[in-house]
């Protein structure tokens, strides 16, 4: 084996580390040893190294992690954001569209366009994201996109229960989901995922929980979209299963952010949704209060929310969502990975992943503070510069 090449980023300006015993560390340094983080401390103690970085009083932070992406798909949906920007409602519906075209994709169109949204996110500073099916609903279709995700990432979900296609009743779905389906899938996934919507056409709570027990059953780790287009059962079926995550909770009511505090569910926002479907944000600042772990995702589609940026969903939490920056970025690095059970990512410590970022500023607050403006010097991934 060849030896760990270790790398020294020196003259770091304020560094994130999401690491609760030193947060953030002005006047640090750090060491990547082969694909891990060796050392973080005062630049003045720094060991040697390799090869030397300078930050130049540059920012650094762990590199994003977005835990809710939608990235296998075909087509756009531009048209539908159109005419929802002129006054039109979001309806689950439309995720039939993405449906017919991605069926109509070849296994190599779909990787080619999932490989080019994946350069997108790392480019941006994401270097651990999970990736949903849920645009085929066939066995086969359900299938195949899971194998395209599974060669991007370890975190694939099995959303075969998105919504119901043309052409089969509710129930013979869910059967086939809970069946034949999940058979198909399961080798190829890590996590089982259900559209709980019961007022807008996705699925109630009865069925969602058939799709997540049985999904549990197989091995299978759960998350569930709750709660994201009016009130209802989801997040409540999240915590009565143990889910790694709720994800959207838009609309909470008491009992509902109570619950997610109890169980030690993450809250998984995703404000790119509210934000392209101009409904209103959640509000992480009560489920702070409250002591729930909150995490910031893209759930880039080509529905509800087509950005890759992690950067846009932190200035979204921000600025519309009662969160301070240092909270925004912690919810988008090691709230990501809590929503993804990971303790190897999302933080910069010794022994984690050596995944991190270098901005164009000499503070993570800039991400929010300067809106819009492509921050990321540097990305680097597994001690390896990607970007
Ligand atoms: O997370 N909520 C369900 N699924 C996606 C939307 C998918 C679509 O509209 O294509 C979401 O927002
Ligand atoms: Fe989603």
């Not at 954001?81 to 409602?89: D, K, S």
Request: proline share 6%; aromatic share 6%.
């Amino acid at each position: 084996m060849r030896p760990a090449r270790s790398v020294l980023f020196d003259r770091i300006g304020l560094l994130y580390t999401g690491d609760p015993e030193h947060e953030e560390l002005a006047g640090a340094a750090l060491v990547a040893e082969g694909e891990r983080v060796a050392w973080v401390g005062p630049a003045a103690h720094a060991p040697a190294a390799d090869l030397r970085v300078d930050a130049d009083g540059r920012a650094v932070i762990p590199g994003f992690v977005d835990s809710h992406t939608h990235l296998v798909f075909a087509g756009d949906r531009a048209a539908e954001f159109a005419a929802r920007m002129a006054g039109e409602p979001y309806r689950a519906g439309g995720i039939r569209t993405t449906v017919a075209a991605t069926r109509a994709a070849t296994d190599a169109r779909l990787t080619e366009h999932t490989a080019r949204l994946v350069a997108e996110l790392l480019a941006q500073g994401t270097t651990t994201f999970e990736i949903k099916s849920g645009y085929g609903l066939t066995v086969d279709d359900e299938r195949r996109i899971l194998r395209v995700a599974r060669a991007f990432t370890p975190e694939t979900t099995f959303l075969g229960a998105h919504v119901v296609p043309e052409g089969i009743s509710a129930d013979d779905y869910v059967a086939l989901v809970t069946g034949p389906m999940l058979d198909a899938c399961a080798p190829y996934a890590r996590w089982v995922d259900v559209f709980c919507e019961p007022e807008h056409g996705a699925f109630d709570a009865d069925q969602a929980r058939a799709v997540l027990s049985a999904g549990i059953r197989a091995g299978l780790g759960a998350r569930v979209h709750a709660n994201q287009l009016g009130p209802g059962p989801g997040v409540r079926l999240a915590c009565e299963l143990g889910a790694a995550s709720a994800d959207h909770c838009t609309h909470l009511s008491d009992a509902d952010v109570a619950a997610l505090a109890d169980a030690g569910v993450v809250a998984t926002l995703l404000p790119g949704a509210e934000f392209a479907t101009r409904s209103p944000y959640p509000d992480a600042r009560r489920l702070l209060r409250a002591g729930v772990t909150v995490a910031l995702a893209t759930d880039c589609n080509p529905g509800s929310s087509y950005t890759s940026s992690m950067a846009f969903c932190v200035a979204l939490a921000v600025r519309e969502m009662g969160m301070t920056p240092l909270e925004a970025v912690r919810a988008a690095t090691r709230g990501g990975a809590a929503a993804l059970r990971r303790d190897d990512v999302g933080t910069l410590r010794p022994g984690a992943r050596a995944d991190l970022v270098l901005l164009n500023a000499p503070s993570h607050v800039h991400l929010a503070y300067r809106p819009g403006v492509p921050l990321v010097a540097q990305v680097w991934r597994g001690g390896a510069r990607v970007a």
